[in-house]
């Protein structure tokens, strides 16, 4: 039986981060991150029967961000931890339609869904094994911005041109792949039949289709600097 290799998740212990480490950590060893100090959460310490996890605290407001990635990251090669893949999942979706815009509020969109990103990618680039796969979270906004949610539509589509240009940056060494996702674990209050209609496929996706593509992505090693989309034909409605 192979040994388990270690990845990382960035913003994996909330919803489908949680959902994706649940799905990944029978066959990987999970470092798991997120914006505030983690406690003894009940989900998180389940993955314990499967594997490893390490918690990470990464919040994209801390002013001292880099440094915190950057000395986590070597404190985990200290401990002779060395990653053979990420996944940024990080991210919010806040409703923000035209005319409510203002300077503070398209800020902290950007923060969390761009400016973040961007450096957890740049900390981790140095720390992965060669032959490691950089995976971002994006949204089928990408191909269609929603309307209501247009900073967060802008900064998913800012993600694409890092995608696209890390995958030239760090090649050969490191393969870079983005997914364009559409429903998946849609929250409470989301008009469930509405967004199954928009789809080709009348469904919604689950965590397992999103574990699916990443366990492609890590296990191609022709495959760099794509967007794959996940959103049950979503764009073509």
Not at 122 to 140: E, K, R, V, Y
């Amino acid at each position: 039986m192979n040994e388990k290799t270690w990845w990382i998740i960035v913003g994996g212990v909330r919803r489908l981060g949680l959902a994706l480490a649940q799905s990944l950590s029978e066959n990987h060893k999970l470092v798991l991150t997120s914006s505030q100090a983690l406690g003894g959460d009940e989900a998180i310490s389940k993955l314990s029967i499967y594997t490893n996890v390490i918690r990470l605290c990464w919040d994209a407001n801390d002013p001292q961000l880099l440094s915190k990635m950057m000395t986590d990251l070597e404190a985990l090669r200290g401990d002779g931890i060395y990653l053979s893949g990420a996944i940024i999942v990080a991210g919010t979706f806040p409703s923000t339609p035209l005319g409510s815009w203002d300077v503070n509020a398209l800020q902290q969109i950007w923060q969390i869904n761009l400016t973040f990103p961007f450096l957890a990618a740049q900390s981790l680039a140095p720390h992965l094994t060669d032959g490691s796969c950089i995976q971002f979270i994006l949204d089928t906004c990408v191909h269609r911005p929603w309307l209501n949610r247009l900073p967060y539509s802008s900064a998913k589509s800012g993600l694409t041109s890092l995608v696209y240009g890390l995958a030239q940056s760090l090649a050969p060494n490191i393969r870079v792949v983005g997914h364009a996702i559409g429903a998946i674990l849609p929250d409470e209050n989301s008009d469930v039949d509405f967004l199954q209609n928009q789809t080709l496929l009348k469904r919604l996706g689950c965590p397992e289709d999103l574990s699916r593509a990443i366990n492609y992505a890590a296990s191609s090693p022709y495959l760099t600097g794509e967007i794959l989309t996940l959103d049950g034909g979503r764009r073509w409605i």
